[in-house]
Antibody, heavy 117, light 103 residues
């Protein structure tokens, strides 16, 4: 199983970022895909999940309205789009999945997002 | 909303020593708790799920125990590669982490 994320990105405040997570080694539609944020020196923060089977997302309240999670079954790729970026969004973003809904056996390598003017 | 607290924040030990990490939930979570290890510059790695089941490939020196609100991760004899940050997790919530560093 591999989760390969897109590379580091730098955005200005107010912009939108879209991070990808391409999976291999398992059936993409069999497991939810989660997105998790880790700000510098901080703990992990769950942002939400998407069910690749039907594209149905569930968002954490903290990110509701600013995050959009999608899944493209034609390319086995999940996406996390975060809008209205601010400096506090500077963090590493991980995609993660697992055999049980909320146990994350597999993680992407992380994508560093820097938000700065 | 469940809140997870971990103690201690930092644990300073020597290789070969036993490490005992605690995670407490603000309400009962049954056995639905996981532990992760994270080293600098790396993604977290699942160690334990369902409170006490070792994930695939995790050495036997890692043991998870507890249920309800109190959980423990024990590393029986620290190896050099075990010095890292450890997080407990219950569904969408993660604890603040315990850093195990070299004394």
């Amino acid at each position: 199983v591999q989760l390969l994320q897109s590379g580091a990105d730098m955005k200005k405040p107010g912009a939108t970022v879209k991070i990808s997570c391409k999976v291999s080694g398992y059936s993409f539609t069999d497991q939810y895909m989660h997105w998790i944020k880790q700000a510098p020196g901080k703990t992990l923060e769950w942002m939400g999940l998407v069910d690749p089977k039907d594209g149905e997302p569930i968002y954490a309240e903290e990110f509701q309205g600013r995050v959009t999670l999608t899944a493209d079954t034609s390319t086995d790729t999940a996406y996390m789009e975060l809008s209205s970026l601010r400096s506090e969004d500077t963090a590493i973003y991980y995609c993660a999945t697992g055999y049980s809904t909320f146990f994350f056996d597999y993680w992407g390598q992380g994508t560093l997002l820097t938000v700065s003017s | 909303e469940t809140v997870l607290t971990q103690s201690p924040a930092t644990l300073s030990l020597s290789p070969g020593e036993r490490a005992t990490l605690s995670c407490r939930a603000s309400q009962s979570v049954g056995s639905y708790l996981a532990w992760y290890q994270q080293k600098p510059g790396q993604a977290p790695r699942l160690l334990i799920y369902d409170a006490s089941i070792r994930a695939t490939g995790i050495p036997a020196r890692f043991t998870g125990s507890g249920s309800g609100t109190d959980f423990t991760l024990t590393i029986s004899s620290l190896e050099p590669e075990d010095f890292a940050v450890y997080y407990c997790q219950q569904r969408e919530k993660f604890g603040p982490g315990t850093k195990v560093d070299i004394k």
